[in-house]
């Protein structure tokens, strides 16, 4: 290479790496500046009221730790804050934590952030996060499961802690969601019944004031260390009432700004004047788990068929009114690694027929058959429920009319739930099952396709995906795990999703702002909202 050829190398590397830099700085200063902007714009317009109305019933207490109360647990993601957060399509993202290292199957180092502080203006160190974690493991906590398979926690300095489990747990970064709490501000007072209970200190975004039966007043916390998120908002007043009817009658007088509920059927507590709503997807799902152990089901051109058979919006419908979607896969509520737009409604008979036929069936006398020796054998299996779930056996009984329909014979089998519940344990006992859950925040697909599902479905592939992925922290790479998984998924349908329950975000119009609330976080964006005073 001669010398003009080598500056000119020299010199489209430097202009590469100074245009590299440049990016992303503007990508950096352009976030920034949009937080900015928002509260700018706000600051600049008239008539605008920074501060948000909110109501809470049937409190308890306003301790996110030890609360049962829906409510609190949706308030307290604006008052505390935790190592790892969740965005608006459950990817995680840092927070408290500066950085979580896997240095085995069962040992992580996590680096806190430095220079954060409580809301009583003392330092937030690794110690708190020791302190939350001993306390989850001693009391009864809905943050306990996230826990459960911690066995230490060493606090190596001020900034560091190292969590040793007591058995590798897939995704367990997603378990570091839970709020923490200060250890110098509970030593030496019993934590649950403590005075400190109802005035917590948090590092969140907002801070709590005052407290008493009746309200909880809180400020925008001046010194909140995320200063990305510069809250347009001053302060939230949160009404405390006894019950949701109290609450839907504030709403619809205008003393309330917005509330969350699962009833989408809400306009007859609140009328249809005043108010907008947005729906977003719970984590509850209903599914049916096909036993591979069966000596039909064990065909995947029969499952499949199964599937197709369905016409899931008759199912919806039917069974479910306007409380529940169409579902069509564990991770279709938002999550990043679930990419399809479209849910399927699933319905294709003629796709079905073609798959039996296929598998050596043979419609004759109205009904899919086979020749077993010398004598023709129905295509049938029985579909175990809780007959305590009236719901469930309404579902039950949709699905076998449609399967009926199509040539199948379908058996329902009400068992108690107490039954019901010991075949979901044993994984054993079904041909197939009704199941209700509450889906994970974390992509974690264990429970329907991994070791020990409830299908006893095996497949190398995807087992070895699965494992792949609990050490893969670049989200594309993980993308393009899962597409596989849910191409496998759907060429072999091991289970027959269903439906998910939506929760509906219910707002006043003089409401503004970037409102998109997840099952995880109704107040995402909550920086960027704003009353307007008409």
Known sequence: MNKSNAFKYIFIVVIVILGIVTYSIYKKDTKEKESKNVVQEVEETANVVKELRLAISGLDTINPIISQNRQVQEISKI????LIALNENYEKEYALAQEISKTDDITYIVKIKENIKWSNDTNFIANDVQYTIQLLKSINSIYSANVQHISTVDVLDEQTLKITLSQPVPFFEYNLTFPIMSSEYYAGVEFA????????????????????????????????????????????????????????????????????????????????????????????????????????????????????????NNTIASCYGNTHRVSDFPLDYGNFLYQKDIIDNGYNSELANNLLT???????????????????????????????????????????????????????????????????????????????????????LNTYIGP?????????????????????????????????IIEIYNDEKPFLSISRKKSLLVYNTNLTGNLKPTAQNIYTHIEKWYRKNY
């Open 79 to 82: 008052i505390f804050d935790p």
């Open 193 to 312: 019944n403590s005075d400190k209970t109802n005035l917590p200190l948090g590092t969140g975004m907002f801070k709590i004031v005052t407290f008493d039966e009746k309200a909880i007043s809180l400020e925008k916390n001046t010194s909140y260390w995320n200063q990305e998120k510069n809250s347009v908002l001053e302060k939230i007043n949160i009404n405390i009432y006894g019950t949701m009817g109290e609450i839907y009658n504030n709403f619809k007088n205008g003393n309330i700004d917005t509330i969350n509920t699962s009833q989408t059927s809400v306009n007859q507590y609140i009328g249809t004047i005043g108010f907008d709503s947005i729906e977003f997807d719970s984590r509850e799902y209903d599914y049916i788990a096909f036993n591979s152990n069966n000596s039909y089901l064990s065909s995947k051109n029969v499952r499949k068929a199964l599937s197709y058979y369905i016409d899931k």
């Open 358 to 444: 296929e598998d050596g069936w043979t419609f004759r006398n109205n009904s899919w058959q086979k020749l077993s020796g010398r004598q023709y054998v129905r295509l049938a299996f029985t579909l175990t429920i809780n007959g305590d779930n009236q719901q469930d056996v309404a579902i039950a009984e949709n699905l076998r009319l449609q399967w009926a329909n199509s040539g199948i014979t379908v058996t329902i089998r009400k068992v108690s739930a107490t039954n019901y519940y010991n075949l979901i344990n044993s994984r054993n006992g079904y041909d197939a099952i009704l199941v209700n859950i509450l889906t994970s925040y974390s992509p974690n």
């Open 452 to 484: 020990g599902n409830l299908s006893n479905y095996n497949n190398d592939e995807i087992n070895q995906i699965l494992s792949e992925s609990n050490n893969i922290s670049d989200n594309n790479l993980l993308k393009e795990k899962y597409k596989r």
